[in-house]
């Protein structure tokens, strides 16, 4: 039963990181703490587990997302190796830092991320960049800067339990870099902070001895495997289908569900 549910969990993150063009772990870390609520963990370990597992997952999906986006030349390899030390440094200290921080106040900063993440996506997007000289050679700040940016990418990304595209694609749209390329390029960072930031999220759950049955540290192994294996193949269902609708239509969409999950957690974290 419970591999079923990881399962449609899987199913429905795969898609909808297909079909938003969103890491999963915005739709992960909900319906996680919504299931591991109701399969009574303890509350304190719930959020870690969460996004601990969150970040297991996006392993997965990243190489497959970043394999699709190689084969159309849209990853930036050069700046992807200035920004991978940052990420992958950041995200394992996050993780750290996220051990510390209790599952309330998890909640809370997740719930608001959530709501932010949804009000970018309503009102944002709208500004197209209209010039294209920018396509050629993008002003990328220095190397130590995207380094330090990368960081500061990594640490959010563990907190938040996700790959990191919410703020690896405005940061390279910010300095002229096209979407696509954008989008390609934030696939790729997605892996070490998955990598950096699972193994975080073990290293301190194991230090903190958690009492949950088939975990290491805080994830999930079931609820990983589960996950990692629909949503390989759903993302490019959700891909599929994202060509055939509106892509503004969806965003509001998506803005609405992200919405209501970041004040259901405000709501769970107050109440």
């Known amino acids: 039963m419970e ?8 199913a429905l993150a795969g898609f909808a990181a297909g079909l938003f063009g969103v890491g999963g772990g915005t739709i992960i870390v909900p319906l996680l703490f919504i299931v591991f609520t109701q399969m009574g963990y303890s509350p304190d370990n719930i959020m870690h587990l969460a996004l601990g597992t969150s970040l297991a ?3 997965v999906t ?3 997302s970043l394999m699709a986006h190689n084969k159309k030349g849209a990853v930036m390899w050069p700046v992807f190796k200035n920004l991978a030390p940052g990420l992958a440094l950041g995200c394992f200290l996050g993780a750290g830092i996220a051990g510390q921080i209790s599952g309330l106040y998890l909640q809370l900063i997740v719930g608001v991320f959530l709501l932010w993440v949804a009000y970018k996506m309503f009102f944002g997007g709208k500004k197209q960049v209209a010039s294209h000289s920018h396509d050629v050679n993008p002003e990328l700040p220095s190397k130590s800067k995207q380094l330090a940016a990368g960081g ?12 990191g595209g919410s703020l690896t694609v405005p940061y390279l749209t910010r300095y002229g870099v096209v979407m696509q390329k954008a989008v390609g390029t934030s696939a790729a960072c997605g892996l070490p902070i998955a990598i950096a930031g699972a193994l975080g999220f073990m290293i301190f759950g194991m230090q903190q001895q958690v009492d949950v049955p088939n975990t290491i540290g805080f994830v999930h192994i079931y609820a990983f495997l589960g996950i990692s294996i629909m949503s390989f193949f759903t993302a490019k269902v959700g891909a599929k289908v994202a060509h055939i609708l509106s892509p503004a239509l969806l965003k509001k969409c998506f803005a609405i569900l992200l919405t209501v999950v970041g004040f259901y957690f405000l709501y769970k974290g107050l109440v």
């Open 3 to 10: 591999i079923l549910i990881f399962l449609i969990i899987g």
């Open 152 to 163: 500061v990418i990594g640490v959010a990304s563990a907190i938040f339990g996700i790959g």
């Open 62 to 64: 990243s190489i497959s």
């Open 57 to 59: 997952t996006i392993i």
